[in-house]
């Protein structure tokens, strides 16, 4: 074999090393600190027991939780994490952009069909048309909020869950009388920012290519219904009608299925996926397994009087 080749190795499994070998490594950090810091305290006589408890006990939450927090974004790179949320960020996004395309051009139909509108006898088709437009621009704004809402989430989840809510939760779940408040932080941490774009991923993105909306949405109705709706215009409105509705039908059936996705679906789907893993860690981490097994796992590493 040649010694001058490149051993290539998966990337997974690299991922795979790199959190045991983290984990293996904050446990020689905290022999390291009870050997360094504990010990010396200890040895002062000058200490109450219950300051030693007090230095012990930052020293748990500083190490377990640092190792914690790091540790998930290790194994975030092992489950591919990242690659999730740029995934499901930018499906979000685009379903954005379209909505806010649809709703600009109908808003501009909408205004211009008023006007048109008020123009008496030839006015009739264009307020028609002004008034449908505006029901289909209350669901197009709902829906434009319900997207934007999921985006923030999403983008909250991947920037701050791990960096802020889990720290937090960890915290507070060391805390007797705020253990329900860390389980909660805990749960919504994990839940955003790993369920949520996973059932992004797996589960809308599958449905949406079903139902066919990841198209561009065929907006030819609103620039070929704008020109005929001037009070001017109006006389050549009907030939035009056939047109119209053939171009209003394909416009439709988009809007249909965008407004069915993003008001009914996902936050049915979503929000299922979401509450049951929050409900699953909250049984786990509120019931306080985890906090039993974290002292457990500490008090093996850390061996000082007072920990239970």
Request: proline residues 6%; aromatic residues 10%; glycine residues 6%.
């Amino acid at each position: 074999m040649n010694t001058s080749e490149v051993v290539s190795v998966d990337p997974a499994v690299e991922s795979y090393l790199r959190l045991a070998i983290y984990l293996g490594t904050a446990a020689v950090l905290l022999r390291v600190f009870h050997l360094l810091v504990l010990v010396p305290v200890m040895s002062d006589r000058e200490l109450s027991e219950a300051q030693v408890r007090v230095l012990s006990a930052v020293g748990q939450v500083t190490l377990v939780i640092f190792a914690l927090a790091h540790g998930f974004q290790v194994a975030g790179e092992a489950l591919h994490v990242d690659a999730l949320y740029n995934t499901a960020e930018e499906f979000v996004s685009a379903h954005l952009k379209r909505i806010v395309s649809a709703s600009v051009q109908a808003a501009v139909v909408k205004s211009v069909g008023s006007i048109g509108g008020a123009v008496p006898l030839l006015g009739f088709p264009a307020k028609a048309i002004s008034q449908m437009l505006t029901r289909v621009l209350d669901r197009l704004y709902d829906a434009g909020e319900a997207v934007a809402v999921v985006l923030a989430l999403l983008r909250f989840g991947h920037n701050y869950a791990m960096s802020t809510l889990f720290p937090f939760g960890m915290v507070f779940l060391l805390v007797p009388g705020m253990r329900y408040a860390g389980a909660f932080l805990v749960a919504a941490a994990i839940a955003l920012w790993l369920v949520l774009p996973a059932t992004l991923v797996g589960l809308i993105m599958p449905l949406d290519h079903e139902i066919g909306v990841n198209a561009e949405p065929p907006l030819g109705f609103f620039p070929t219904a704008l020109p005929l709706l001037f009070p001017l215009r109006l006389i050549a409105l009907p030939p035009a009608i056939p047109v119209l509705i053939e171009l209003w039908n394909e416009f439709f059936d988009w809007y249909v299925d965008e407004v069915l996705l993003w008001l009914y679906l996902i936050p049915a789907i979503s929000g299922m996926a979401v509450t049951v893993s929050m409900v699953a860690v909250l049984s786990t981490v509120g019931g306080g397994r985890l906090i039993h097994l974290l002292r457990r796992m500490v008090k093996y590493v850390l061996p000082v009087k007072g920990l239970r």
